[in-house]
T-cell receptor, first 113, second 113 residues
Framework: SQTIHQWPATLVQPVGSPLSLECTVE??????LYWYRQAAGRGLQLLFY??????ISSEVPQNLSASRPQDRQFILSSKKLLLSDSGFYLC????????????FGEGSWLTVV | GENVEQHPSTLSVQEGDSAVIKCTYS??????FPWYKQELGKRPQLIID?????GEKKDQRIAVTLNKTAKHFSLHITETQPEDSAVYFC????????????FGSGTQLTVLP
């Protein structure tokens, strides 16, 4: 069966520091991969999605970037964090060409101080 | 693109009563409609989905109905229990397309003991 791992689970970072969140999917090949952000008490905002290695689509312009160095690895990065980057970050995957059901990782709580 | 509106944003019901959450979508080509439940501090999890070739689907105490003509779908929870308290998200997409799931803004359901 497929599983998705995301880390770290929580982190507190100072303003201006870099960020790296990592996600891996097991048990499937060439998944669609996604990064979502959820501010406190708010909805799900799609940040990036990827349909293959090196293929990244950005939904919202910001100081974040994403990379997919391997088929089942998706990384969210920032060179300099802002206070507004605080939130709950969720990695997710879906079967390409499938029913588009999205399965979420356990999430990473980021607090920028 | 697709636009999904979800109502109400908050809903309180007495334990044992029923709860109904409604969503409307704009793209008549959409044919896949999942529902996610997100407990506090946790990831959204798929609880039920429906495709446009059926009008209703049930799974124990939860059911989803779809009206393609009116372009709306609803989540019904019967005999609510305190553990049903969570945020519920609806979503819509044209299955198999390169587009992404469009989520509603979420409904905070509180089941009062």
């Amino acid at each position: 069966s497929q599983t998705i791992h995301q880390w770290p689970a929580t982190l507190v970072q100072p303003v201006g520091s870099p960020l790296s969140l990592e996600c891996t999917v097991e048990g499937t090949s060439n998944p669609n991969l996604y990064w979502y952000r959820q501010a406190a008490g708010r909805g799900l905002q799609l940040l990036f999605y990827s349909v293959g290695i090196g293929q990244i689509s950005s939904e919202v312009p910001q100081n974040l970037s994403a990379s997919r160095p391997q088929d089942r690895q998706f990384i969210l990065s920032s060179k300099k964090l802002l206070l507004s980057d605080s939130g709950f970050y969720l990695c997710a995957w879906s079967v390409p060409g499938g029913p588009n059901t999205i399965y979420f990782g356990e999430g990473s709580w980021l607090t920028v101080v | 693109g697709e636009n999904v509106e979800q109502h109400p944003s908050t809903l309180s019901v007495q334990e044992g009563d029923s709860a109904v959450i409604k969503c409307t979508y704009s793209d008549s080509a959409s044919n896949y409609f999942p529902w996610y439940k997100q407990e506090l501090g946790k990831r959204p999890q798929l609880i039920i989905d429906i495709r446009s070739n059926v009008g209703e689907k049930k799974d124990q105490r939860i059911a989803v109905t779809l009206n393609k003509t009116a372009k709306h779908f609803s989540l019904h929870i019967t005999e609510t229990q305190p553990e049903d308290s969570a945020v519920y998200f609806c979503a819509a997409i044209y299955s198999g397309s390169a587009r992404q799931l469009t989520f509603g803004s979420g409904t905070q359901l509180t089941v009062l003991p």
